[in-house]
């Protein structure tokens, strides 16, 4: 059974820096790209991040740019999100997803970042 | 960034409707889109993958068609579990980027 769970969320202070976590089960996790989506509180998703297989492919949304940063370790089959500089706007529900040929076809249930003072 | 424009932003119907949401490209990307159901509290659900194809476990009535910039979801018969908050996705290229979202409510 494909299991994506997510950690190290909380709350922090605008400016502070987190880094969340996926760690995956259940598939050869270094056969598939991954991605990181992200939905505030009463808002739409926004795909935040993706790597490819062997990190040689990265991308992010543009408002993340410079202060996000995806990574992951096949051999501990696990997907990071590094934040930094974070802001009120980064608040929200972190999913972690995988990419396959289909898309983003299995989802972690999140982990909750709150960037507040 | 593609931009991913949807349509409508909310609707209201009745069980048993045919009900079709559409979901507009800023520019061209082949059938690389997808569609997926959201309910409240839940992460999201892929239904539709490249443009068109049923993705495994989703049920029949869920349909997608369209290719380069016009998308389409169909549900052919709404049925009770079918409200909730639908998205489409394009993966074409980096950024990724969802349309806005439509909410199916009951009428």
């Known amino acids: 059974e494909v299991q994506l769970v997510e950690s190290g969320g909380g709350v922090v202070r605008p400016g502070g820096s987190l880094r969340l976590s996926c760690a995956a089960s259940g598939f050869s996790f270094d056969d598939y790209a991954m991605s990181w989506v992200r939905q505030g509180p009463g808002k739409g998703l926004e795909w935040v991040s993706g790597i490819n297989w062997n990190s040689g492919s990265t991308g992010y949304v543009d408002s993340v740019k410079g202060r996000f940063t995806i990574s992951r370790d096949n051999a501990k089959n696990s997907l990071y999100l590094q934040m930094n500089s974070l802001r009120a706007e980064d608040t929200a529900l972190y999913y972690c997803a995988r990419a396959s040929a289909a898309g983003l076809d299995y989802w972690g249930q999140g982990t909750l970042v709150i960037v507040s003072s | 960034a593609i931009q991913l424009t949807q349509s409508p932003s909310s609707l209201s119907a009745f069980v048993g409707d045919r009900v079709n949401i559409t979901c507009r490209a800023s520019?061209?990307?082949?059938?690389?889109l997808g569609w997926y159901q959201q309910k409240p509290g839940k992460a999201p659900n892929l239904l539709i993958h490249a443009a068109s194809s049923l993705q495994s476990g989703a049920p029949s009535r869920f349909s997608g068609s369209g290719s380069g910039t016009d998308f389409t979801l169909t549900i052919s018969s709404l049925q009770p579990e079918d409200f909730a908050t639908y998205y489409c996705l394009q993966d074409y290229n980096y950024p990724w980027t969802f349309g806005q979202g439509t909410k199916v409510d009951i009428k």
């Open positions: 520019q061209g990307i082949g059938n690389e």
